[in-house]
């Protein structure tokens, strides 16, 4: 019986080759199976929006543009690609090789431009300054930064020149862009909602599609940084080159907020041996707390910042520092420790400190509806140094 079965399995085995044999490619719904996977398309966006305001927050201009990039899942197979915008009324299409070609010419010309973007600052400023001795500090600056910018462009090489003209040459001969490239640059009439598809479509002719409701935002004022005066507490820092490192830190009354703190100096500044985390010169607090340190600046209201500086101490006794951001309201040391006042407030020890050695310190508050605050310094029990004020606006 076994011997049958065997034989049996053999001539199955052999009417199956023999079947596999006969399949052709040739006909119809036999061999290999239809390729039925199409693409699956996506992209990705870039809010590359620009914009200027005068110092009065007026729109002087604005630029909506967004970087668009397709892509599918198909890695070969010869896709092509359509976009759509709806709305389309005024949208611009700008070839995404454009800013890439400014930059390489900022970059050439990297001196000038810094130059030229030093004295757009001041110009900015400019209409908007009150203080006559200001102003004049002002356009004696402007003067003094356009000679800087004739001799700078006067430097410049035959070869950067060359390289100039060759970007420009570039820029001027870049096909434009067309709703058919994978990745471009739509500019936008102004704020709104559109609708941005794209259409996907394979070698083999199968196509999708997908879509994204994009929303352009109005373009709003950039939140100016706070101006610290002597934020490092260095002679000649004051906007006009004059000031003993601690001028712009007295307060309206030495009667009421307490005397201005003293100045410190050391002779070596950063170099070998020193422990000041910059400059020759940091505010010295004496023990018996007496001395503080007040400022006010002005702030943007809704804005929120970053405030950092620097503390040391003397090891002798237990003592500590306080920074506070305190509201314009406060008429007095008194006032200011109302909780009504203090905005933000951080308190440093020298528990666990090494003798004169800074430590960085951070405080973020929130303008809320002040237009401008106050950075109050105090101290106690024991002899202590802040240096190096700054502040970031938080995004």
Aim: charged share 25%; net charge negative; aromatic share 8%.
């Amino acid at each position: 019986m076994k011997k049958y079965l065997i034989k049996l399995k053999y001539i199955v085995l052999g009417t199956f080759v023999s079947l596999t044999a006969c399949v052709s490619d040739d006909l119809a719904n036999v061999g290999d199976l239809e390729d039925i996977t199409g693409p699956t398309p996506f992209y990705n966006l870039t809010d590359v929006t620009s914009s200027e305001f005068d110092c009065n927050d007026v729109e002087l201009w604005a630029k909506y543009d967004f970087n668009f990039q397709g892509g599918s899942n198909l890695a070969v197979n010869g896709t092509s690609y359509q976009w759509s915008v709806s709305p389309s009324e005024n949208v611009a299409l700008i070839n995404k090789d454009l800013p890439i070609l400014e930059k390489s010419i900022e970059a050439e010309l990297a001196a000038v431009v810094a130059l030229e973007k030093e004295i757009a600052k001041l110009q900015f400023k400019l209409p908007c300054e009150t203080n006559q001795a200001k102003k004049d500090v002002l356009e004696a600056q402007i003067v003094d930064f356009e000679a800087q910018l004739a001799s700078a462009q006067d430097a410049l090489s035959d070869e950067t020149i060359q390289n100039v003209a060759d970007l420009e040459s570039q820029i001027a001969n870049l096909p434009a862009a067309t709703l058919q490239d994978r990745e471009l640059i739509f500019s936008f009439p102004g704020p709104g909602e559109y609708t941005v598809g794209l259409t996907v479509t394979d070698n083999l002719g199968k196509s999708d599609y997908t879509e994204k409701l994009v929303t352009v935002n109005q373009a709003i004022p950039t939140i100016p940084i706070p101006e610290i005066g002597e934020p490092g507490f260095e002679d000649n820092s004051l906007f006009d080159g004059t000031g003993d490192g601690r001028d712009s830190w007295r307060s309206p009354s030495s009667s009421k907020w307490g005397s201005v703190f003293q100045i410190n100096t050391d002779s070596n500044g950063r170099g070998e041996g020193s422990d000041l985390p910059e400059g020759v010169q940091a505010a010295k607090f004496p023990s018996d707390g007496t001395r503080t340190g007040y400022q006010e600046i002005e702030v943007t209201p809704g804005a929120t910042y970053v405030l950092t500086y620097f503390t040391a101490f003397e090891e002798t006794s237990f003592g500590d520092v306080t920074v506070s951001i305190v509201s314009t309201n406060a008429d007095s040391l008194e006032d200011a420790k109302l909780e009504a006042n203090i905005i933000a407030s951080r308190t440093d020890t020298n528990v666990g400190r090494v003798d004169n050695v800074f430590k960085k310190h951070a405080i973020t508050f929130e303008a809320g509806e002040n237009e401008a605050v106050i950075i109050l310094i105090t101290n106690s029990g024991v002899e202590s140094r802040v240096d190096a004020f700054d502040i970031t606006v938080k995004q």
